[in-house]
């Protein structure tokens, strides 16, 4: 069983850059993939951005080149550096691990443990 709480969220301004981190506790990371996801008010949980087991990274063609995934060198620390924030950004941001096929990585239901999730709100 893995545990994992989100931070970092908050109230920024078209521009700004925030970064969510995610703490792991009950186990590590090590042998999952790693992932954020997002949801918006009346919208479906969707993909943000995985660290594979591989390593190998990938991201929604709307944060790409704008946010940037890693794992913290203590295996139980994920990141979601958020820059050039956006309006549309907002959301709750969740934090996740699984271990899902290539095809399968925007899947939510591929995902076996999900934080509380964290708010963050920009303004234009």
């Known amino acids: 069983q893995v545990q994992l709480v989100e931070s970092g969220g908050g109230l920024v301004q078209a521009g700004d850059s925030l970064r969510l981190s995610c703490a792991a506790s009950g186990s590590t990371f090590s042998g999952y993939a790693i992932a954020w996801f997002r949801q918006a008010p009346g919208k479906e949980r969707e993909f943000v951005a995985t660290?594979?087991?591989?390593?190998?990274?990938h991201y929604d063609n709307s944060v790409k080149g704008r946010f940037t995934i890693s794992r913290g060198n203590d295996k139980n620390t994920m990141y979601l550096q958020m820059d050039t924030l956006k309006p549309e950004d907002t959301a709750v941001y969740y934090c996740?691990?699984?271990?899902?096929?290539?095809?399968?990585?925007?899947?939510?239901?591929?995902?076996?443990?999900w934080g509380q999730g964290t708010q963050v709100t920009v303004s234009s």
């Open positions: 996740t691990v699984g271990r899902p096929i290539l095809s399968s990585i925007r899947d939510p239901n591929m995902y076996y443990y």
């Open positions: 660290v594979r087991q591989t390593g190998t990274t």
